[in-house]
């Protein structure tokens, strides 16, 4: 699979565990930044992988700040993109399944790198229902006011 990884500052050093952990099972990963601890601003990257998710580029994002909020906020921003903050793997199972993500947002100062790889890999190893959650799927985005 073909994944888009990104950070801030505070999530740098669980990007880096995750990308190499990613690229371990075979996957092909863009790190899209950034590359040091220097404070950065979390929506800019949450636009870039956003984007990337957007376009095809990358088939899944995995979306790392402090706490997680911020930066799925920023990609939830882009209506092809639907990211799931996830702190275990049920949710993260469930966020595929049901809501088809296909972008993961974690905390990094929250959920260790066991964790955290636990939920990429029930993330990446589910499906999407269809069904019944198709529709609803279709609904976010394409809101009807």
């Given at each position: ?20 952990y ?32 957007a376009?095809?580029t ?36 469930l966020a ?36 019944r959650?198709?529709p ?10």
């Amino acid at each position: 699979m073909r994944i888009a990884i990104a950070s801030d500052h505070a999530a740098v050093d669980l990007k880096a565990d995750l990308r190499e952990y990613l690229i371990e099972l075979g996957h092909e990963v863009a790190d899209l930044g950034p590359e040091t601890a220097d404070r950065v601003d979390y929506p800019d990257y949450g636009y870039k992988l956003a984007s990337v998710v957007a376009d095809g580029t990358a088939q899944y994002g995995v979306a790392l700040c402090g706490s997680g909020i911020g930066i799925s906020i920023a990609v939830n921003r882009n209506p092809a993109c639907r990211a799931a903050l996830v702190s275990e793997p049920l949710s993260a199972a469930l966020a595929r399944e049901h809501n088809n993500a296909n972008v993961i947002a974690m905390g990094a100062r929250l959920t260790g790198i066991d964790m955290a790889k636990a939920c990429l890999d029930a993330f990446l190893g589910t499906e999407f229902g269809g069904g019944r959650h198709g529709p609803r799927v279709d609904k976010l985005s394409n809101p009807a006011f």
